[in-house]
């Protein structure tokens, strides 16, 4: 019995050293990890949403191009229409826009109608309207009024009874260059008070013209109404009437409208009564307009 003690002993010592070796195995290399660790990197973490698409406005294709804009913080369809000289309502079809007052800032629109050469209306703009200057009270200089009966004295003088040589009448001056039709317009004063502010460029875009509340305000041209109402911030009860392709005429701070949108007015129909909506006196603010771009009214508006 005692001389199997240390046959067992041996084979217990052999036993617990199985065990150990059993629980310490040498480490695996895996050639794996990187490609799983890059790729757990690369994936989004569970119940994470994938990144957003940017999302791009209507008519972001066309940004910067002419006869488009980009509408910028405080832009309304009817500033933008008026800026470029056309009917808010036109730009809206144009662009296919279906609520006038849902626009975003970013998003760009046709300003211009749809086969129209933007850059040759821009063009035409620029050249066109470099009107000469004139006081409100400009009369014909004495000079030029000379000059213009020079012919009509010489032609009488070489039918008249014993004139010894004929007269050859002053050369003509040469014909005036063609003007584009769309500034053939008869103009007339849209009210009959003084001016108590002229226009400046970068300014005043337009005239102040004083009297009583309820003054009539008259149309400047024939034409049609494109806006009747306040939505355009800074000019209280507006009209706006277009009056060609090129000309448009604005009519602001009225205390009362008396015409409605497209409707067709009449040069000197009354179209409001004067007022001080979203001003500090009674005054009609009035603009011209060419192309969208502010002008002098006096250099169109008859001498009183």
Known sequence: MLDRLPLLSVVLVLLMAGCASSQHKAPVEDRNAPARQATAASAPAAGASAPA???????????????YYTVKPGDTLIRIGFEHGQNYRDVARWNNIDNPNLIEVGQVVRVVPPGVDAAAVAARGVVAARAEARPLDAKLPAAAASAASAPVAAAASATSPGASAPVVAATPPPPAAPRDGDDDLNWLWPAAGPV?????EGRSKGLAITGKAGDPVLAAAD???VYAGSGLRGYGNLV????????LTAYAHNQTLL????QVVRRGQKIAEM???DAERVQLHFEIRRQGKPIDPAKLLPPR
Not at 240 to 247: A, D, G
């Open 240 to 247: 706006i009437v277009k009056h060609n392709n090129t000309y």
């Open 223 to 225: 034409g049609r109404v």
């Open 259 to 262: 015409v409605k949108e497209d």
């Open 275 to 277: 007022g001080a909506s």
């Open 196 to 200: 108590s502010a002229g226009f400046e």
């Open 53 to 67: 698409e940017i999302k791009l406005l209507p008519g972001a294709e066309n940004a910067g191009k002419p006869g």
